[in-house]
């Protein structure tokens, strides 16, 4: 009995010891995965929460992510965008202000936000600058678009 004791000790440590260093190694494989989850994954995620939330504080996480990623990341336009329509939807003009015009310092081309500016300016009654935005929507767009600043704008005249 007395020479089996070392060696159920010595199995102890072994085990002990390959299981302290799979815990370890476990954990460094996850710290590596969440370094490697994407903004856009992020965005995904949150974008759940908001939408398909079963409950209000769901979608308050999902919103709350999504500014924490937007100040995180500001150069980032899918982030912009989306925060400036969750702006308007409640209400917050003068924000959605802001965050379609950091569309348009990272891509000049977004007439779409443009149209969004009009949009602010004209819920704000801000009538002159929703004017000046829609003229020179008209200068810069086709289509649809064109068609849909010249309709507003003869509406704020």
């Given at each position: 009995m007395m020479k089996r004791s070392?060696?159920?000790a010595i199995t102890l440590a072994i085990i002990l010891a390959l299981f302290i260093y799979v815990s370890s190694s476990k954990q460094k494989?996850?710290?590596q995965t969440k370094q490697t989850i994407t903004v856009s994954d992020q965005i995904n995620e949150a974008f759940?929460?908001?939408?398909?939330?079963?409950s209000p504080e769901a979608q308050m996480r999902g919103i709350l992510k999504m500014r924490s990623l937007a100040e995180e990341y500001p150069e980032n336009l899918d982030l912009q965008w989306n925060m400036g329509l969750f702006s308007m939807q409640s209400g917050q003009f003068?924000?959605?202000l802001d965050r379609f015009n950091n569309v348009?310092?990272?891509d000049s081309t977004r007439h779409d936000a443009t149209m969004q500016l009009a949009l602010?300016?004209?819920?704000?009654q801000d009538t002159i600058n929703a004017q000046k935005v829609l003229q020179s929507l008209l200068i810069k767009s086709e289509g649809d678009l064109r068609k849909n600043s010249l309709i507003m704008l003869e509406k704020l005249k």
């Open positions: 070392p060696f159920i494989i996850l710290s759940a929460n908001i939408r398909n939330g079963n003068q924000k959605a348009l310092k990272i602010c300016y004209t819920s704000l």
